[in-house]
């Protein structure tokens, strides 16, 4: 049994923008057939959007389909049993201006997955919402 008290905390929109526009790696949600399909990207933040590259597939139908998508991202510490969460929630577009694929292109965002990822896709979160869970006050355990 863990002592002390619940340790979650809501995050204020401006820290969640915050945290996203630090991260490097998160997760897109898409629906897939009716069944939720989470997928990981490499991303970057730009003017309070999200940016990723995709090859052609299920991230790119949704683009191209301007389809809502969840977005999250997140950081923890298993040791410490502390970290954080953070959901955007809009409507995916494909890049396809030349100046804007240009700004995306100044992301410098190198995939992890291998293959072409020639198409960009955008988000602007509409919804966000995250948590925190901190370290707690007594981390005593009874076994």
């Known amino acids: 049994m863990i002592k002390g008290e619940d340790c979650l905390a809501d995050l ?16 897109v949600g898409v629906t897939v057939g009716g069944l939720p399909m989470i997928l990981p990207v490499n991303y970057g933040w730009d003017d309070g959007d999200i940016l ?4 052609d597939g299920t991230k790119l139908k949704a683009a191209v389909d301007r389809a809502v998508i969840a977005f999250e ?18 409507r995916a577009f494909e890049v396809l201006d ?14 992890w997955a291998h293959g072409n990822r020639h198409h ?13 869970i901190e370290a707690r006050r007594d ?5």
């Open 98 to 111: 030349p100046a804007a694929v240009a700004v995306a292109e100044s992301l410098e965002l190198a995939p």
């Open 120 to 132: 960009w896709v955008r988000m602007r979160p509409e919804l966000i919402s995250g948590r925190r």
């Open 12 to 27: 204020g929109e401006d820290e969640c923008r915050e945290l996203l526009s630090r991260g490097t790696v998160g997760r």
């Open 73 to 90: 991202v997140d950081a923890y510490d298993t040791q410490r049993r502390v970290g954080w969460s953070v959901l955007a929630i809009g």
């Open 52 to 55: 990723f590259r995709t090859g």
């Open 139 to 143: 981390e005593g355990l009874n076994g």
